[in-house]
């Protein structure tokens, strides 16, 4: 299995707060990206990064900010918390390769009260 | 632009029977096309993958999937099912033009196994 780990794994929190969620990979892979996914949606990207310093948006990217400082870490925050933002949240990689898959963490529970 | 479409967001068969679950796609270039399963509170597992060596392609778990460009289509199958199967199933489809960076899911088909 691909070296991703997500943290935290749960989280309840309030609206109106700030939350960061960590996802740190031990493939040296150059592409990390972070989902949601919600009941009828599938996957749907909210951002991504193809190195150090470097990211773009997804198609759900209002309201979330990301950053990675280093190849092996990808954050992404939550400035104000809103309710629409409780879902599960997953980190991915991939080296960007033709038909190379990205691999998938385990996924951070949401929950904005 | 890349899209795909799962025909089904449900799809309930009896234990020891035939799986089909369909995908359509829709792409500008050639695409790479992959199989991913969801089992409950898990994260993505790559079934397969399309890579263009060969159009029939077999992945973990008994399960194969048929690439039909004539018929823009990638649909799954498994000819006995298993009480394991159980779980969700999305079919992807990269943004391709030579690279893989970026890809688009399907909504997901949810697959019962009755006993």
């Known amino acids: 299995d691909a070296g991703i780990t997500q943290s935290p794994r749960h989280k309840v929190t309030e609206t109106g707060t700030p939350v960061t969620l960590r996802c740190h990979q031990t493939?040296?892979?150059?592409?990390m990206y972070w989902y949601r996914q919600d009941p009828g949606h599938g996957l749907r990207l909210i951002h991504y990064?193809?190195?150090?310093?470097?990211?773009d948006k997804g198609e759900v990217s209002d309201g979330y900010s990301v950053s990675r400082s280093k190849t092996e870490d990808f954050l992404l925050t939550l400035e104000s918390a809103t309710s629409s933002q409780t879902s599960v949240y997953f980190c991915?990689?991939?080296?960007?390769?033709?038909?190379?898959?990205?691999?998938f963490g385990d996924g951070t529970r949401l929950s904005i009260l | 632009a890349q899209s795909v479409t799962q025909l089904d967001s449900h799809v309930s068969v009896s234990e020891g029977t035939p799986v089909l679950l369909r995908c359509n796609y829709s792409?500008?270039?050639?695409?790479?096309l992959f199989w991913y399963v969801q089992h409950p509170n898990k994260g993505l597992q790559l079934l397969l993958k399309?890579?263009?060596?060969?159009?029939l392609v077999k992945g973990i778990n008994g399960f194969e999937a048929e690439f039909k460009k004539s018929e823009t289509s990638f649909h799954l199958t498994k000819p006995s099912a298993h009480m394991s199967d159980a779980a969700e199933y999305f079919c992807?489809?990269?943004?391709?033009?030579?690279?893989?960076?970026?890809?688009?899911f399907g909504k997901g088909t949810l697959l019962t196994v009755n006993p």
């Open positions: 991915a990689i991939s080296d960007g390769t033709y038909y190379q898959p990205q691999h």
């Open positions: 493939e040296n892979h150059r592409y």
């Open positions: 990064s193809y190195g150090v310093k470097d990211t």
């Open positions: 792409s500008s270039y050639s695409p790479s």
């Open positions: 399309y890579t263009s060596a060969a159009t």
């Open positions: 992807v489809v990269s943004n391709s033009g030579g690279s893989n960076y970026k890809l688009t």
